[in-house]
């Protein structure tokens, strides 16, 4: 009966040790997923500003080839562009951190998750072992006198 329970509990300890580990990976590919959002971000970012570049440089030249000058109406078609072009780079940017902190959170929660895990594996076996030991001492008469 004693062994029996002693098993019992080193069973629950692997049990919770594997489990651990389980959430424990999960939360580094979550951290994982969150640096190439990071690395996305900046590809994007660079990705806009060459946009940004070539489509200033564009105007820019089709203006000058007509012989006119960049200001008035030119100017404020360029700095409307530039600006429509920014607020798009911010929102995709804005939607990537998003992402990036929801990895992150999503990471955090898996690692509470080992712990607590952990934990209660190391609970139950407590209380497996206390049990069997009361039991153990019911069953061979400790405690009555005789």
Wanted: net charge positive; glycine share 14%.
């Amino acid at each position: 009966m004693a062994f029996g329970g002693i098993f019992q509990a080193g069973q629950q300890i692997i049990a919770a040790g594997k489990e651990s580990t389980e959430a424990k990976y999960n939360a580094k590919i979550k951290e994982q997923q969150a640096q190439m959002i990071e690395a996305q971000k900046g590809l994007e970012a660079y990705q806009f500003d060459r946009a940004m570049g070539k489509a200033g440089g564009t105007l820019r030249a089709n203006v000058g080839a007509s012989g006119i000058t960049m200001s008035g109406s030119p100017m404020a078609a360029w700095i409307d562009m530039e600006t429509q072009m920014e607020l798009d780079k911010a929102i995709g940017q804005y939607n990537l951190e998003y992402q990036k902190r929801f990895a992150l959170s999503e990471a955090g929660g898996y690692y509470r998750q080992a712990s607590n895990i952990k934990a209660a594996g190391y609970s139950n076996a407590f209380s497996t072992l206390l049990n069997t030991g009361v039991n153990y001492g019911i069953a061979s008469g400790w405690g009555t006198k005789k």
